[in-house]
Each structure stands twice: as C-alpha cells, then as structure tokens.
C-alpha cells in the first residue's frame, strides 16, 4: 500500500469518532442476527428467515452512549430490485470504512452483492471486507454438530478440519472462490459462523461470535484499544486511542521510521503530523518555537540517545534493512515516545504551566521502554493466535 493511502487511511480513522462497519448482503442472509449479536440490540429487528425485514439504513451505535464502533445495516439486496438501490448505496458507501459481506455459506447466487463490491473495492483498494459465511449448519447433516472449540481461521486449513461436513466443506470453498478475483490490496477475511435460536437446538447460539470480534480487532486495532478503555477516557487516553495509535501503527506500516530527528522533526514526516494533531487536540497550535523547544527539550539524549545509538550499532554495522522486525519494533517505540513527549508538554502548555523539562525527557525514556513492550505485547499475541 502505498505511504499516503496509509497515511489518508490513518487519517480518516484517526478523525473519524467511531469507524462505521456496514453490512452488505442479499435480504435474510443474517445482517441483523449479527448486529443484534454484537451490539445487543435490534433483535426485534430479526426477520422469519424468508420476507425481507430491514426496510432503511439503520445505524447502531456501540456502546450507544459512546461510540466506538457503528454498524450500518442495511436493506437486503435482492429486495432493492424493485426500487432503485443507488441512492441507499451510495450513503452507505460514503459513511462506511469497513464492508463486511453477509452471505449464507450455501448461497453461490452472489451475482448482485459481487456487482456492488467489485466497483467499491476498485475504488477503495484498502478496506477491509469480512465475509461472514452464515447458517453453517445449512450444510450439516442431521447428526452433525456444531466443531468445538470454534476451529475456522478463514485460510486454507478449514479444509482441512477433521470431522468438517463435506457438503459445508463444498459450498464454504466454492463460496469463497466466488471473491477470488475481487479487486484491492488484500483478499477478504473469512469467517463461518452460526447464529441460532435455542429451538434449533445447535449450541452455541453464537457460535463464530468470539471469532468475528477478533477478526475486527485485526482491522480496527485503534478501535478495539478504545472499546477495551472506553469507559471515562480521559483526555490524554483519548489522544493515546485516537491520535497515537493509529499514528504510530501507521509508522510502523509505512515503514517510516523517525531518521529526519537527527536533524530536527522533519516537518513532513508522520511523527511530525501526530505532533501537530496531539497539539490540536489541546487547542493549542504547534507554532516553530514550540516545535523547537520541544526538541530542544528532548536533549542531545533524544537525538543521539536511543535513537542515534541504534543507528549506528544496529542499522549500519548489522547492514540492517528497512522493513525488518528490529526496524518495526524501533519504529513504534519512538514514535510512541515522542506521541508521549508531545502530550505531556501540549497539555501542559494547555492548563496554562511551563513544561519541566525534566518530566518531559523521562516521560519520553519511560515511553521507550513501554513501548517496546507494549509492542512485543502485541506481536506476541498476534502470532500465538
Ligand atoms: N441458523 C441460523 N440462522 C440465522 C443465521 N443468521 C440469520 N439467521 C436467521 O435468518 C433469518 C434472517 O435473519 P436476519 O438477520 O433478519 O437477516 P437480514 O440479512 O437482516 O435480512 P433482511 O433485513 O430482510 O435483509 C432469521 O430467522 C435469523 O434467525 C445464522 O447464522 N444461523
Ligand atoms: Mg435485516
């Protein structure tokens, strides 16, 4: 992907109070039962499994009082044929960053849902598209349950899973075969799941529901750092959550590393643009005399410290290339610190006092050594998933 798809990425969900996940999906394919599962409301909303239900665009808030997350659910496409779609569509697609298709694994009738997705993806190359593939029991036979513990990981070993129906096993691979050619810069991400009702007697009535949440964790990372904290954030949470996760993961991304501190903040660098939003978050404009007492402040120990050191030892004697884990983990650890550093001394400024010096440059070693684990933290558990 390229630095600035990544950097208008960053942006929009930086900016953005709570990204918008829609669902897209022929009429009864199972949009609703997955809005009422993860937000716990719209049940009502359900419909009988053959008359089309949801007659507008709805929007559901999560948690309603402070949103971190939106699903848009939407009118079942096939129910759309008799008025035109266009106008619905086209909302939908300019207030959402994330499509999440819904399909009923024995359905290969996606003509009209591919025909909506393809131009959507052609046009936006980098979001995400889930693909829950719903009501797997359609492909069971009367003697089979549900696999436990949940074992799907939306690759290629789920065709593997012992003990997999094999009708299931046919119409899940076929049905993923029908997005093979989708266009963008990543295949989708698939996800079987399960929603029944006690009565149809398959527990667990949300099976796939864990699964789902952490594949959105996988595409929202921002989003779920704010919906694990979003009770009473406060101010400097809210920039970690909004302002320097997203930043710094983008960093990371894009490869940037923060090299232009050897010589002063370059002031196009992705670092130098969360410097300049943390500021605004404090109404307080990064002005040139703050940038530099603000590196000013960070010392010699910033400029050649950490950061300095590392070159040298690590990147230039090792011929260490851009891109290699040690630069990832480096990358987001200073980019973190100076996220840090920036806070302390905007919020500071912000309540009316000078910034200590001092406290800045601990607050931005402390920040390093956080970070790095912070970091490690997070690699460990997506590799041991
Ligand atoms: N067994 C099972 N039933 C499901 C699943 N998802 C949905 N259903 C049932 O399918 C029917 C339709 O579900 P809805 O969630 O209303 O489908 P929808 O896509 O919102 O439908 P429209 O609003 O009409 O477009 C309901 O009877 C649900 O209980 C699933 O994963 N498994
Ligand atoms: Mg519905």
Redesign the pocket.
Known sequence: MKQSRRIAQAQAWAWAEAPTIW?L????????????ELVGRAHD???????????ELRLYAFPEERPVLRFL?????S?VADDDPAADLHHASTQAQVIMV?A?VDDLALEDVLAVLKPLRAEHPDWPVLV?Q?????GYRRQDRHLLPYPFTGDDNDWALPGLPDELRQSMLAQRQLFADLPGHHPPLFVP?????PE?A?PPSD??AQRLWEVLEQVLPETVMRLRASVNLSQAEQVRTKVMLPWTMAAVAANSVPVPIIGGLGSASLQATMVNQIARRYGQPATRDQWSELVAALGTGFVLGFGGRWLVQQGLKLGLGWGTAVVAAWTFAITWAIGEAALYYFSERAAGREPDHEVLRERYQQALRDARRRYEERKDKEQGR
Do not use: E, W
């Open positions: 669902l999906g022929k009429t009864q394919a199972g949009k609703t039962s997955i809005v009422a909303q359900i419909g009988n499994g053959f008359v089309p239900m949801t007659k659910d939407t009118r079942g496409l129910d819904v009923r829950a719903t009501c797997l029991h359609h799941l399960d929603f029944t009702r149809q398959l099976y796939g």
